[in-house]
């Protein structure tokens, strides 16, 4: 396996090692059989290669993804926070609360005139103001939260280019 570089832990990745993190982006559910045949390698090789993958914590996990609309969590809102207090209790008690709830499926620290960016999933617009209205604005650190919509979505995907 490549050796791990000293700037930041970036892998260097090689190009078998490349082939099967493509295939597993696509299809985490792929049998060893599939991966091997469309990547060329034994699947014995496969096998020792997703093991080292994952030890070094190049591969997180596996995963289903599945339908936001077919699961009740059709609406998809970007929720953009800001706090009033930026002390080490108000950061932990955020991101308590960030964790703690579902319907939060990705949070960032943000540059610019927002701390924060949540994406939120829910199922319709008065389920997301229950939610904003009893978590968010109700966490005494949060100062203000300005959210949009989302109206269509033009892309979805969690292959990192490779």
């Not at 319907?103 to 229950?130: F, P, Q």
Request: charged share 25%; proline share 2%.
């Amino acid at each position: 396996m490549g050796m791990e570089s000293i700037y930041g832990g970036i892998m260097e990745l090689s190009d078998p090692e490349i082939a099967i993190l493509r295939e597993i982006q696509r299809d985490a559910s792929a049998s060893l059989a599939d991966i091997a045949g469309r990547t060329g390698m034994a699947q014995s090789t496969v096998w020792r290669k997703l093991q080292e993958l994952e030890a070094a914590g190049v591969i997180k996990g596996r995963v289903a993804l599945l339908s936001p609309a077919k699961t009740g969590a059709k609406l998809c809102v970007f929720a953009s926070v800001s706090l009033s207090d930026h002390s080490e209790e108000a950061l932990a008690d955020f991101a308590r609360v960030v964790r703690s709830h579902p319907e939060i499926m990705e949070c960032h620290a943000l540059s610019g005139t927002s701390d924060y960016i949540l994406k939120v999933r829910v199922s319709d617009v008065e389920a997301y103001e229950r939610f904003m209205t009893h978590n968010l604005l109700r966490n005494a650190h949060v100062r203000s939260v300005v959210s949009s919509f989302a109206l269509k979505e033009l892309k979805y995907t969690t292959e990192l280019p490779l």
